[in-house]
């Protein structure tokens, strides 16, 4: 076993065998991302509060309310044998480094980090809307005309290229990584704390990009709950139907622990109040980690396409190319078959017309000729799994500029809003303004109750963020222009950049300084470096990595993320590739083993 890196720290690893690599992913991840993924299994574990405090108590309620670790250990025991076999060497590796690291932690860590990253806590959301405004009123907030999701990924002949969008964590969430043994042969990003390359990768002859399918997947059930003498009851459709309960001890940080009960339903966990949470794999036991060794050997879109038939949630759209220049465009996942009403609100779990069908909704495989662009939009690949997708906007000016020549990477920068434009922040100014005024607006002062949902889905369920997220539906809901309501000749701004800064979201107690970032961009553009109009115009989320994949020689590749390989701020490789992020610079894919620096194991 060997360990490589090149000039930015990013590791190389080789070893004689799928196994060996895998222990030596998990060794090195835990050395270059030590803190992070100790966080992340905590917070997999509902175990936040133990290192973090009282600070952590939300999160870990939630976490063991939804079952996340359970769930974890359910469907590992589940996998194939020769996953779970690859799964434990991973461990392995994490725990020679002094980790506490479980074979189902990898799981629990990409549940944790996905469990809120589909629609059941807007669905939280779309209730309180219909209870203060009216049914009506929901379709404001899912407008097309608002970008509510940023990814793009893109295919032309001899290249895979695209910009996944996230929260923008330090350190990040994908690890640059690359992983060789004589069965493959793979460059791409990982989720730290997760072996193999999920969502980003060049295996030599063929290459694959993702992008959210903006599927709705999971549900939410309105739950009437009773006691009696034999436990916790609820009712279903078939009526009183025993309920799993049994209560846990979440130990925080400077002594004490709070206890949390934990119900379960025929549909799902208790996740906040009466509300239970359905999702394909906590129905089924399975998450998807089947796909990844299949897909680290893919040689072919074929192969790709075989590998992700297995993949279960999150819900995602796949380009894949290869080097007979053939492209597939890919839907995976499973999408419960159910009423429509599940898509937008939550439903009352004793009422049969709500409940799952069996099996789930077929997905799609398309080949492609020319160029396919993917940009969570609505596309016949995707339409019938979902019913809040992001405008066209940023699909349609990919095209024209791949039509226009223009280089991939140029083609991540694209946007009217430059850092350095007044004309740029003028425009933001006024619509912060907008947004400020509208939340006073007679029409939505209903919607300015609380929703009394858990402080945990703020981020989903404050009106304001809503508002400011969706503005130009609000708009149109209302019947109003955003000149109507603010006359944008009486906002001045200086340049755009000034104010529209990288705002990190940290570790929990980091007290990491970043230099100061000024930052182009906006939702709608391809660059979608977004901030939330009327309520901050600092920017926590946009483009995670940004990966050109030359298809014709590996080496020609490219690749980036905002911040750089290591996780210890220490490391000269902590920032290093911020600059180049924050100007749409690239670093080179290094192919070439002799021009690597081999470092010792120890």
């Keep these: 076993m060997r360990v490589f890196r090149d000039g930015y720290g990013v ?55 939804s079952r996340i670790d359970d769930t974890a250990r359910r469907c590992f025991a589940n996998l194939d044998p020769r996953t779970r076999q690859w799964l434990r060497a991973y461990a392995e590796g994490v725990r020679a480094e002094g980790l506490v690291w479980h074979p189902w932690s990898s799981l629990g860590v990409f549940l944790a980090r996905h469990i809120m990253f589909a ?9 309180h809307v219909e209870r203060t405004l009216g049914p009506q009123a929901v379709a404001w907030f899912s407008a097309e005309a608002a970008a509510s999701s940023g ?50 990768g060049h295996a030599g002859g063929v290459a694959w990009a ?10 939410l059930f309105v739950e009437e709950l009773r006691r009696t003498v034999s436990g916790v009851e609820a009712r279903g459709p078939q009526g009183w139907e025993p309920a799993e309960a049994h209560t846990e001890t979440i130990p925080v940080r400077g002594g004490g622990s709070e206890l949390v009960e934990v119900v379960e339903t025929a549909r799902g966990p208790i996740v906040d109040g009466s509300l239970s949470l359905r999702t394909p794999t906590r129905a089924g036991f399975d998450l998807g980690f089947g796909a990844l060794l299949p897909l680290l050997h893919a040689s072919t879109v074929d192969d790709v396409a075989a590998a992700l038939e297995r993949w279960v949630e999150p819900v995602n759209s796949i380009l894949t190319a290869d080097t007979t220049g053939r ?86 920068m694209d946007t009217p809003m430059r850092a350095e434009s007044v004309e740029a922040g003028r425009r933001a100014a006024w619509r912060s303004a907008v947004a400020r005024r509208l939340y006073e607006h007679p029409a939505l ?105 030359d298809l014709a020689d590996r080496q020609r590749s490219r690749w980036v993320v905002p911040f750089g390989a290591a996780g210890d701020p220490d490391s000269p490789h902590f920032l290093d590739q911020l600059p180049l992020w924050a100007v749409g610079e690239l670093i080179p894919l290094v192919t070439d083993w002799s021009a690597l620096i081999e470092e010792p194991l120890g």
């Design 151 to 200: 990814s793009n990924a893109w295919a032309v002949p001899g290249i895979v290229a695209g910009d996944p969008h996230r929260l923008i964590e330090l350190p990040g969430v994908y690890q640059q990584i690359r992983l060789s043994c004589p069965e493959f042969d793979v460059a791409g990003l990982t989720f730290a704390g997760v072996p193999g390359v999920q969502h980003f």
């Design 11 to 65: 590791p190389h690893l080789r070893a004689d065998t799928v196994d060996e690599l895998a222990f030596l992913q998990g060794r090195v991840t835990a050395r270059d991302r030590r803190e992070q993924i100790d966080v992340e299994r905590r917070r997999s574990e509902g175990l936040l509060s133990e290192l973090i405090g009282p600070d952590g108590l939300g999160w870990d309620r939630f976490a063991r309310r």
């Design 327 to 412: 492209v597939l465009q890919l839907t995976v996942g499973r999408v419960p078959v159910r009423d429509d009403r599940n898509g937008r609100v939550p439903v009352p779990a004793w009422d049969q017309t709500y409940a799952w069908q069996p099996g789930y909704v077929p997905m799609t495989r398309t080949e492609v000729t020319g160029i396919a662009v993917n940009a969570n939009d609505r596309r016949p690949d995707t339409e019938a799994y979902g019913n809040a997708f992001s405008s066209k906007a940023r699909a349609d000016r990919i095209r024209e500029l791949i039509d226009e020549g223009v280089p991939s990477q140029r083609i991540h």
């Design 445 to 549: 002062k209903p919607l300015m109750e609380p929703p009394g949902f858990d402080p945990l889905f703020d981020s989903w369920t404050n009106p304001r963020v809503r508002i400011g997220s969706v503005l130009d539906g609000v708009l149109a809901g209302l019947g109003l222009t955003a000149a109507e309501v603010v006359d944008p000749a009486t906002v001045e701004s200086g340049p755009w950049g000034e104010r529209h800064l990288l705002d990190p979201v940290r570790l929990p107690g980091s007290r990491t300084v970043i230099p100061r970032t000024q930052l182009s961009g906006e939702r709608d553009s391809v660059l979608c470096l977004s901030s939330i109009p009327g309520v901050t115009d600092l920017c926590s989320r946009g483009p995670v990595a940004r990966y050109v994949w």
């Design 210 to 219: 993702v992008t959210n399918a903006m599927a709705d997947y999971q549900d």
């Design 119 to 127: 629609s059941f806590p807007s669905k939280m959301w779309n209730s």
